[in-house]
């Protein structure tokens, strides 16, 4: 069997679970020595196979928004380096910047802005960011979503520490700059990620609206309605892996 592919599960993203076969469960504070305090992330590593691949998940993340610095972040992502991952899927619940997405929108990143993310790597680690995502797993998922008929958007990806969501006029600036999510992860594991030379894709899924007001039960619910249209995406595109 190939080396087994990673998977970084934010909000709303545990549906496919269920469908690992051979599952072996441990908590991230017997792994890392600390555990996830946020509603919606599990904190565990999943160990199994699907559609003939072995996979590596890690239900939850840590958030610098919880007091942890971008390199405690990153290291479920330099646990799954160690444990032989060359591929990783990396997902999240993110917030709509982009006129045109709609909520339950499946967005694939195309790229980062990440100027307001304390990087995880340290000194003259000068790590390349002009193509955070593969190319081929883009393609990938692309056609995995034509094939079970999920529409799809690609887009631009900014990071904010939080907790507290963006103020309108935040959501104005990011705009601006260019994004099309906006969200309080992913970025310093996907530095993390290409710093180790992993191939990167990057999942969000829109779970509300720039100029609506929300809040994080709002977020689980919409995500909750999209679980089993994530998890026929997930089926067919580590098949395709």
């Known amino acids: 069997m190939n080396s087994p592919v990673g998977l970084i599960l934010g909000s709303g993203w545990g549906k496919i679970i269920e469908d ?3 599952k072996k469960e441990k908590g991230f504070e017997e792994v890392f020595g600390k555990k996830t305090t946020v509603p919606g992330h599990s904190g565990k590593i999943i160990t199994g196979t699907l559609q003939g691949k072995k996979l590596i998940i890690l239900s939850g993340r840590f958030h610098t928004y919880e007091g942890y610095s971008s390199s405690e972040v990153s ?5 799954l380096h160690q444990e032989s991952v060359k591929k990783v899927i990396i997902t999240s619940a993110a917030g709509a910047l982009n006129p045109k997405y709609k909520v339950g929108d499946l967005i694939i990143l195309k790229d980062l802005i990440t100027i307001f993310c304390q990087s995880p790597l340290t000194g003259p680690q000068f ?8 190319p081929k797993l883009i393609k990938l998922a692309q056609k995995s979503t034509t094939e079970i008929k999920l529409p799809l958007q690609k887009g631009v990806y900014v990071y904010m520490k939080g907790p507290h969501f963006e103020t309108f006029a935040d959501k104005i600036a990011l705009r ?8 309080m992860s992913t970025v310093p594991e996907v530095i993390m990620a290409n710093h180790l030379g992993m191939q990167v894709l990057g999942l969000s899924l829109v779970t509300n609206l720039a100029f609506v007001k929300h809040d994080h039960k709002a977020v689980l619910a919409v995500v909750k309605n ?3 249209k994530l998890r026929n995406f997930f089926l067919t595109l580590i098949k395709s892996l």
């Open 176 to 183: 601006l700059l260019g994004a099309d999510v906006v969200g």
């Open 20 to 22: 690992v076969k051979n």
């Open 75 to 79: 290291k479920t992502v330099k646990f």
């Open 127 to 134: 790590q390349n960011l002009s193509q955070p995502f593969s």
């Open 226 to 228: 999209q679980e089993e």
